[in-house]
């Protein structure tokens, strides 16, 4: 049994072809930026939708724990009293309250992986596991991973690259393709953001590319935080220095999870930061290409 807070069918954007994203709960790292807010705890977590709330205070009747407050009329939630135990979630009819995270067996979430063969089969697709950190539920990941192979299913795993020597190689003896996230130059950075430096990352690479095991770079850009040009030098060595890497993707900031946050009752510092525009998420991409490839570049438009 995992904890499992979301699977998002036809996925495109997680790996080759259409794909079934896997989402897991728990996170090794605590990063500011973070999309997916709701992944960082490895239990199940009350959500609260304040706009949504119409004050019937059926929640506030149902709660053992006093967790919800109407005092002023103003519905607050107590988090630190909360178990997860959807009592208020079933009385709101306004569906201003959810639970993030829900026990799944690996039959059931394999239920939902076969059921969408067919895409993987003509897309070229298959099955991603991301979260959180997916490693965090090392043994459930295993069990979903081991089911997928034995029914000839593809598989990404999505980490942030921070195992342990013993994950590594389980891994690589079983994941089809890695998406590795590479997040701050340099590691002192990369730890004030995250919560752990850089370190393990590249040995994770290091270690993927003895292995042969293919890997896809993902690195989240966030402007004024991350973006500088020791960050993007340091991506271009990264990318040339190990040649498993298929290719490096740009993960622009938006800023569509700062409504998270809010509905967990965590405080968030980016919370004036907008979503980067298209433009600059390009002049991002042309940053990573080095010198030799803009001259080639140049070279070809000019014959």
Known sequence: MGIVFDIQKFSVHDGPGIRTSVFLKGCNLSCIWCHNPESIKSKPQLAFESSLCIGCRECEARCENQAHDFTDGAHRI?????TACGSCVKGCLAEALKI??????????MDEIISDRIYYERSGGGVTFTGGEPTMQFDFLMELIGACRGEGIHVCVETNGILSDEKRRRLAETVDLFLIDYKA???????ELTGMGSEEVLKTL???EKMGR???LRCPMIQGVNDSENHFAEIRRIRDTYTNIRQVEIMAYHSTGRKKWETLGIPYRLEQLESVAPEQKKRWEEMLRDQKEKQDSLEEQTQ
């Not at 130059?185 to 730890?191: D, E, G, I, Q």
């Open 78 to 82: 107590d988090f630190t009293r909360c």
């Open 185 to 191: 130059t340099p590691s002192a950075l990369h730890k």
């Open 100 to 109: 993030y995270g829900k026990e799944m067996s690996v039959s059931r979430v």
């Open 214 to 216: 293919p890997v896809i």
């Open 206 to 208: 290091a270690f993927l």
